[in-house]
T-cell receptor
Framework: DGGITQSPKYLFRKEGQNVTLSCEQN?????MYWYRQDPGQGLRLIYY???????QKGDIAEGYSVSREKKESFPLTVTSAQKNPTAFYLC??????????FGEGSRLTVL | SQQGEEDPQALSIQEGENATMNCSYKTSINNLQWYRQNSGRGLVHLIL?????REKHSGRLRVTLDTSKKSSSLLITASRAADTASYFC????????????FGKGTKLSVIP
C-alpha cells in the first residue's frame, strides 16, 4: 500500500542526547514535511523539502536538523540544542497540489 | 506563525446534531483544506476548496469559503460518535507555495 511510514512510534530520550525520527514514503512525492504538535498549539512547521538534496527551515527549525539524500526518505534529528523536545512529530508528503499525506506520528518524551 | 485559526476550540454535541466549525486566515490563499485527526494519530484529508469556489460538498461534509472575509466553515451534518476528533484547517501561502499552515484545531466530541 502507498503511504508514509514513521518510526519509532514512541521514543524516549535523556536530556543531552540527539535522536533521529525516520520518515519514509512510497508515494513518489517530491515534497516532504516535518511538523511538531503540542497540546493546544496545532501543527507547526519545522522543516520542509521540495526536492532531493534541498530543504528549507520552517517556523520552528531551531534545535532540529534534516537531510534529504533520497526522494523516499526525510529523517529528522532532534538535537540537544532543542530545549523542549517533548512533543508529537508528524511527517507528511505532497505532490505539489491537493492534499498532504501524513504518517501516524512519533511521540518523543524527554526523561 | 499561524495562518488559519479555528473556532470554537472545543465543541460538544449530541449524536444526530450538526456541527459547525469556523476557520479564519490572514493572507491571500490558493486553496483551503480541512483535515481530521483522531487522538494520537496522523491527520487525514477531508476536503479541499479552491479560492474561486464558494461551497463544496462531500458526503455529510459541507465547506464554504468567503475570500472577502478570509474565512471558511466546515459543517458536519447528522453527526455520529465516530466523528469525534480534532478538525484542522490548512492554508497555502499563495500560488506556487509548497508550504501549508495549520490552525490550532477544533476538538469535536459527539455524545452517543
Amino acid at each position: 500500500d502507498g503511504g508514509i511510514t514513521q518510526s519509532p512510534k514512541y521514543l524516549f530520550r535523556k536530556e543531552g542526547q540527539n535522536v533521529t525520527l525516520s520518515c519514509e514514503q512510497n508515494l513518489n512525492h517530491d515534497a516532504m514535511y516535518w511538523y511538531r504538535q503540542d497540546p493546544g498549539q496545532g501543527l507547526r512547521l519545522i522543516y520542509y523539502s521540495q526536492i532531493v538534496n534541498d530543504f528549507q527551515k520552517g517556523d520552528i527549525a531551531e534545535g532540529y536538523s534534516v537531510s534529504r539524500e533520497k526522494k523516499e526518505s526525510f529523517p529528522l534529528t532532534v538535537t540537544s540544542a532543542q530545549k523542549n523536545p517533548t512533543a508529537f512529530y508528524l511527517c507528511a508528503s505532497w505532490e505539489g497540489a491537493g492534499e498532504l499525506f501524513f504518517g501516524e506520528g512519533s511521540r518523543l518524551t524527554v526523561l | 506563525s499561524q495562518q488559519g485559526e479555528e473556532d470554537p476550540q472545543a465543541l460538544s454535541i449530541q449524536e444526530g446534531e450538526n456541527a459547525t466549525m469556523n476557520c479564519s486566515y490572514k493572507t491571500s490563499i490558493n486553496n483551503l483544506q480541512w483535515y481530521r485527526q483522531n487522538s494520537g494519530r496522523g491527520l487525514v484529508h477531508l476536503i479541499l476548496i479552491r479560492s474561486n469556489e464558494r461551497e463544496k460538498h462531500s458526503g455529510r461534509l459541507r465547506v464554504t469559503l468567503d475570500t472577502s472575509k478570509k474565512s471558511s466553515s466546515l459543517l458536519i451534518t447528522a453527526s455520529r460518535a465516530a466523528d469525534t476528533a480534532s478538525y484542522f484547517c490548512a492554508t497555502d501561502r499563495g500560488a506556487g507555495s509548497y508550504q501549508l499552515t495549520f490552525g490550532k484545531g477544533t476538538k469535536l466530541s459527539v455524545i452517543p
